[in-house]
């Protein structure tokens, strides 16, 4: 039987546009599938960093249009972190494009569902090794890569450190 929901990293880089010690963010393409229905696949790049963080948000948060954990699940953009003020998490701002759909908990399930309506329910550890292994794959590559420089900015370089904060608080949540 074909699995309700597919997420799966396609490739990692970093832009070309900047040297890769000041890309702080990881980039690729991302096949994310729900149901039938392909919502990302190898032809869109997304920043998958942000991307990342956002579905480790929904392990245990819902991710709605009243209550989103990001402005979309794939972001086109994520070039702006800083401080929330009211959580201890980051705020990461980027430009409206991206890819979503609705994260819902229900009992040890989860319900995801597409813009058009089209709806799949999962046991939720089936979900969660999904979005764990996308954010491990994800973090071994700014392992594996050059360190990144910290911002210049004093409100960058917080955003910047609170973004790895958040990232290991709520990945340690779960074994490895």
């Known amino acids: 039987m074909e699995q309700p929901f597919l997420l799966r990293l396609l490739g990692l880089h970093w832009l070309d546009t900047l040297p890769a010690a000041e890309d702080r963010c990881a980039h690729g393409p991302v096949l994310a599938r729900l149901g039938e229905r392909v919502l ?14 956002f579905l480790l948000r929904t392990l245990t948060c819902d ?24 959580s201890d998490n980051v705020l990461i701002l980027g430009c409206p494009s991206g890819v979503d759909w609705w994260v819902e908990h229900r009992d040890q399930q989860v319900q995801l569902t597409a813009p058009g309506g089209e709806a799949v329910r999962l046991p939720f550890a089936a979900y969660r090794a999904q979005v764990l292994a996308f954010a491990d794959e994800v973090e ?10 910290v911002p210049a900015d004093a409100e960058d370089a917080e955003g910047y450190e609170l973004f ?8 340690n949540q779960w074994p490895r």
Do not use: I
Not at 63 to 83: I, K, N, R
């Open 40 to 53: 990302s696949d190898e032809t869109t790049n997304w920043t998958v960093s942000a991307a990342a963080l």
């Open 63 to 86: 991710h709605t249009a009243e209550l989103p954990v990001g402005d979309q699940l794939l972001p086109c953009c994520g070039f702006t972190m800083w401080p929330d003020v009211a």
């Open 140 to 149: 071994a590559f700014y392992q594996r890569s050059a360190p990144k420089e």
């Open 164 to 171: 790895w904060t958040e990232w290991h608080r709520r990945r």
